[in-house]
């Protein structure tokens, strides 16, 4: 759990004004130590170190400094880094809150390699940061068939529940980190920016669930400064820190990065914002989602990953093309959560890849029902089990241009529904029946309130084999009901693996699919 008293958090986010996202902190020498304050000096690593979107010979690397300085990093094959290549990386400042990212490139396929971060004074040449330390595994190269292993989950400090020491912080982190997967899908809601946290709430059974509070989450996030706080205040825990130092991750953003069912052009009627312009608010978010997490700084969020010759991951952005959420009925083909080019980008890569298995990550479930009020639809379905129509349109042109181009191996991931799920899809069953079988796992929440079940709509046909979830909304993280999903490809057969796994790694349900 983490090691920060509610003493040092408020000081802290009283320096800063946006939590944690400031100065004055020190993070020790190991990779998931603490930040604590430190006086003025050499420069400081305030939240630890992080990976992400590792191919088969790149990988970004990430860290944060209390001030301005040179981002450097080492990297090898080996733990002791002897040897290790030195690459100089950008000047850290505040323009990114301090936060910078090094892309490694001309690394070795489907290795573990070990890397070592640390700033350089601007005012005293040589005079470097203490170190941190991670590693990572880079991808199978094209021809190499081996064994790969990732987890996926979303929904990350949600509904007020934030972290809390009695109750082991985010100890669902230890748990995917004992799986010691290649690599950690994060399925959106990397943050809850409209999900401002108290400092205590009553549990059913009479205890009392305390939460560590910064002033960023003390509100709903609206300036930058805001938003970048949310990023930071997750970094605060233990278990994620030392995961984010050993599991590379791979991110999506869906609502509540900026806040609750959002979409394009939408003016608020909330009146806890004084911002009402939802695209003001997002191109803030998406700022402060680039500068705190290893992810691509440049180009769409949709984007193919490939994991040697048995998995690619199709990465979506099922927020930033998002059509207004109504009754979701219409029969407009240019409409949908996709958008044209993203739709289009979707279909040839998958009929363009050679991988056994296509993953798309689909922040955004494919046949539940996610409402946005009485007379709206937050996702693609809206409940009526006939033809597609209203954003389910698009996703049929999807799945029809697939199955007629022969495309196996295509499985859904998601998140977002607060419970876990396995759903078969069958043409049998459908309205729709232009479209080869498939599967959808739902995941969620790592730490948040726990939801559901959904209703599912009949269109794709559907059918919930697997479902936990819990006995009423809201239930905390301290009662169960927080799930991630760990799936692993055999090098050997190219079978498929899948387990739907609850907060401590307990397997809840398993399927084993033999390569098309």
């Known amino acids: 759990m983490t ?54 010979d790149s990988a970004l690397v990430w860290t944060r400094a209390d001030r301005p300085g040179r981002m450097l990093v080492e990297v090898s094959r080996r733990p002791d880094l002897r040897g290790a290549r030195l690459v100089r990386g950008p000047v850290v400042d505040p323009s990114t809150d301090g936060t910078g990212r090094v892309r490694l490139r001309g690394l070795p396929a489907g290795e573990r390699l070990h890397y070592r971060v640390s700033v350089e004074s601007l005012d005293r040449h040589g005079v470097c940061s203490e170190p941190l330390v991670g590693s990572f595994r880079t991808a199978p190269g094209r021809q190499e068939r081996r064994d790969v292993r990732f987890v996926w989950t979303g929904d990350i400090v949600g509904q007020g529940w934030g972290i809390s020491p009695d109750f082991d912080g985010m100890a669902i982190f230890r748990s995917m980190r004992a799986c ?28 009392i669930w305390r939460n560590l509070v910064t002033p960023a989450k003390s509100k709903v996030a609206e300036t930058l400064a ?51 312009r939802v695209d003001v608010l997002a191109a803030r978010a998406r700022q402060a989602f680039h500068e ?24 979506l952005d099922m927020r930033t093309y998002k059509d207004p959420n109504d009754g979701n009925t219409y029969a407009d083909p240019a409409r949908g959560l996709l ?14 890849s050679r991988a056994t298995w296509k993953v798309i990550a689909n922040d955004l479930p494919l046949g ?31 799945l029809r241009a697939v199955h007629r181009a022969g495309v196996t191996g295509v499985v859904f991931l998601t998140a977002d529904v ?36 959904n209703a599912l709509d009949g269109t794709f046909g559907p059918q919930a ?46 399927t084993t699919l033999p390569a098309p």
Do not use: M
Request: charged share 20%; proline share 8%; with cysteine.
């Open 418 to 453: 607060h419970y876990t799920a396995a759903h078969h899809y069958d043409p049998a069953r459908a309205a729709f029946g232009d479209f080869t079988p498939f599967w959808e796992f739902v995941s969620g929440p790592a730490h948040a309130g726990a939801f559901g079940p």
């Open 180 to 207: 010691r997967p290649d690599f950690f899908l994060c399925s959106g809601d990397t943050v809850y920016a409209d999900g401002p946290l108290v400092e205590s709430v009553p549990l059913p059974d009479g205890r």
């Open 292 to 315: 705190w997490l290893p992810a691509p700084a440049e180009g769409p969020l949709y984007r193919r990953l490939s994991y040697g010759p048995l998995l690619d991951v199709f990465v």
């Open 226 to 276: 805001e938003y970048r706080g949310q990023f930071a205040y997750n970094l605060l825990d233990d278990h994620l820190r030392a995961f984010a130092a050993e599991v590379p991750q791979v991110n999506q953003w869906d609502d509540h990065e900026v806040l609750n069912n959002w979409y394009p052009g939408e003016i608020l009627a909330d009146d806890r914002y004084t911002e009402k």
């Open 3 to 56: 090691s920060l008293d509610r003493r040092t958090v408020l000081r802290a986010g009283l320096l800063t004004g946006a939590g944690l996202a400031g100065g004055g902190l020190l993070g020790g020498a190991r990779a998931g130590a603490a930040p604590a304050f430190h006086p003025a000096g050499r420069p400081v690593l305030t939240h630890g170190v992080q990976s992400g979107d590792v191919t088969a």
């Open 339 to 352: 958008g044209r080019a993203q739709r289009e980008w979707l279909i040839r890569e998958l009929t363009r």
């Open 465 to 510: 084999v697997f479902v936990h979830a819990p006995p009423r909304a809201n239930t905390s993280p301290a009662e169960g009901f927080q799930h991630f999903g760990e799936l692993a490809v055999d090098g050997a057969t190219g079978d498929l693996t899948v387990h739907l796994r609850d907060r401590d790694g307990a397997s809840l349900w398993t």
């Open 368 to 398: 539940l029902v996610v409402p946005d009020g009485p007379g709206a639809q937050e996702g693609v379905a809206q409940g009526d089990p006939g033809a597609p129509a209203g954003r389910e349109v698009e996703f049929a042109e999807v």
